[in-house]
C-alpha cells in the first residue's frame, strides 16, 4: 500500500472566546484542542465584539484575521436556515470563514468585515434545529432525481470544516449527531474539503448519511492559487480512507478553469481519483461541476488580497450573468462552457463510470 501523502493541520496564532461564546460547553473543548495543539494567544472578551484584527493596511489586516480563531454564538439569522442549491436542501453553517488562501475564494465579497474564522460555540443547538426543516427541502428532497438522498444539509458553504477540526471538534459532532439521532425521515449531512486530515472521522457512527467531498482540481489551478490547502494527492488518499470506512464520498471539481493543458491535467486527475477509490466495495461517488466566475465584489476584494495574483478575472473575456435580484457573475463564455461541459461530460463516464453527476454550473 502506498504510504499516505503528508497532511497539514491549521493552527491559529490567536483565538478570542466571545463573552456569550464562553458560557456554551463546546467552547470550553474548542480551547481545550486549541491548548493542545498549542496555541498559548488565547483572549477571552469582555463582549460579543471582536476587535483587534485591523492592521496598518490591508495586507496586515488579512495575515492577522487569516491566523485567528474566534469563538462566537451564531447569529439568529444563521438558525434560520437557507436553500443552497445545487448543493443541498438547507445550508448548515458550523462556522464561517477559512484559513487556506485560494486566490478565487469565494468568500470573497460576501462576508463582511476581515476573513477571520469564527466557529460556533452553541453547536448544540445548531444541530437540534435540523428537524425542523426535515422533508421541507427543495434541492433534493422530494425531487425525482435526488429523493434516495433525503434532506440535505450543507455543513460548508462558509467555512471548511475539516481544515478546522483538530481545533474545533464541530464536524465531528455533527456527523455523529446526523448519524445517530432520530430524525423524522431521511437525512444527508454533506461537507466538502481540501483537506486530507480524516483520521478523526473514522471510526464515527456515521450510519452512511453524512456525504465528504474532496475539493479536487488541476495540477495548474491547484498548485498556483490553493494556498495553505492540502496537496490534491493527500485530500484523494483522504476520500479513499473515508469511503472504505463506509460514507459515501463525493468529487467537488470546482473551479474549473481552461488553463494551458486543461484537458490533459483535469485527465490526470481523474485517472488520479479513479484509482484511488478502485478497490472501494460498495462506492458510493457523486461528481459536481464549478466552473470559475467571479462577482464585481469578488474581484474587488480578491485584487486587494492577493495583488500580485496570475487569476483570470477580466470581465471582458466573460459572459454576465445575472441572479434572482439583480446581482451579477461573470461567467465563462458560451462557446468556452460547452467545451467545458462536452468533455467532462465524457472524461467522467470513461473514467468514472460508476460515479452519479449531480450538477454543472
Known sequence: MAPVPQTR?????HVVVTRSAAERPHAAEIVARCEDA????????????????????????YVRAKSTLAVVVSPPSKRKLQPIPPSADWRLDLAEGCPAHCQYC????SLSGPPV????????????????Y?????????SAERGHEGTTFEASCYTDPLGIEHVTGSLTAAIAHA?????????????TTKFGAVAPLLGLPHGGRTRIRASVNAAGVAGRFEGGTDPVAAR???LGRLARAGYPVGLTIAPIMPVPGWPEEYGALLDAAAAELAAVPGLDLTVECITHRFTPGSREVLTGWYPRTKLEMDPERRSRKFGKYGS???????????????????????????ARALYWT
Do not use: N
Not at 463564455?333 to 463510470?353: I, N
Open 38 to 61: 498549542g496555541v498559548t494567544d488565547i483572549e477571552f472578551l469582555r463582549s460579543d465584539r471582536i476587535t483587534g484584527l485591523r492592521g496598518e493596511d490591508e495586507r496586515a489586516t
Open 179 to 191: 448519524g445517530t439521532h432520530d430524525f423524522g425521515g431521511p437525512v444527508q449531512l454533506r461537507a
Open 106 to 109: 469565494y468568500l470573497a465579497g
Open 236 to 238: 484523494l488518499a483522504g
Open 117 to 132: 474564522t469564527r466557529v460556533y460555540a452553541d453547536l448544540d443547538d445548531i444541530l437540534a434545529g435540523m428537524d425542523g
Open 328 to 354: 451579477v457573475k461573470y461567467v465563462y463564455q458560451r462557446d468556452d462552457m460547452r467545451e467545458l461541459r462536452t468533455w467532462f461530460g465524457q472524461a467522467l463516464a470513461q473514467r468514472l463510470p460508476a
Open 9 to 13: 493541520l491549521w493552527t491559529p496564532k
Open 134 to 142: 426535515v422533508g421541507r427541502g427543495g434541492v433534493t428532497s422530494g
